[in-house]
């Protein structure tokens, strides 16, 4: 998809991944923001997750 012969389709997916990456950026920082994403320490994530996990399990099995 990256070879065509319309110079608009390479303009287009451009566009389309330049959006991505910001959408991408602004969740990431309200995640970090918000401590729901550990970008930089793996077993804090873990754990983070591992709490989420058993939440969730506990309010299925009510």
């Keep these: ?10 303009a287009v997916l451009k566009k389309q991944l330049d959006t991505a990456i910001d959408l991408h950026v602004k969740a990431a920082d309200y995640m ?3 401590e729901m994403y550990h970008a930089y320490d793996l077993n804090e994530q873990l754990s983070h997750d591992d709490m989420k996990i ?4 506990e309010l299925v099995s009510k």
């Design 1 to 10: 998809m990256t070879e065509t012969a319309s110079p608009e389709v390479p």
């Design 32 to 34: 970090i923001k918000n």
């Design 54 to 57: 058993k939440k969730a399990l």
